[in-house]
């Protein structure tokens, strides 16, 4: 039986998870899978992997790779480059979200032990 948008939708929101924007915008960025996968330090196979993950979580492909192997992208399927956008904003908001709670550039933790 066919989803309606609203269940893929749901299925989106409940199974996507930041590795796989993170490798999606990777991917993107560097049009390449092998220096997307050196940029996030991770194996070229593990990129892959995680990208069609996600292509199976949004339910179409993402990304056109080249005639010339699958490490090569030749660019972003129209779907892509609607999630690209919604991806880098979700990337950029986690980024000042950890700015924002983080201790002042060059400030310590400090600690206050007290014993009985």
């Known amino acids: 039986m066919k989803k309606s948008p609203a269940e893929l939708r749901q299925d989106f929101v409940r199974n996507v998870q930041l590795r796989h924007l993170r490798a999606f915008v ?16 991770l194996s070229q196979p593990a990129v ?45 908001a986690l980024d000042a979200s950890a700015q924002a709670v983080a201790p002042a550039a060059g400030g310590r933790i400090e600690r206050l032990r007290i014993g009985a």
């Open 48 to 92: 892959s992997k995680t990208l069609s993950e996600l292509e199976a979580v949004v339910g179409t492909r993402l990304v056109e790779r080249s005639q010339a192997g699958r490490r090569g992208v030749q660019g972003l399927t129209p779907p892509g480059e609607q999630l690209l956008a919604h991806a880098l904003r979700v990337l950029e």
């Open 26 to 41: 990777a991917v993107a960025q560097e049009r390449h899978l092998a220096r997307a996968a050196e940029r996030l330090a």
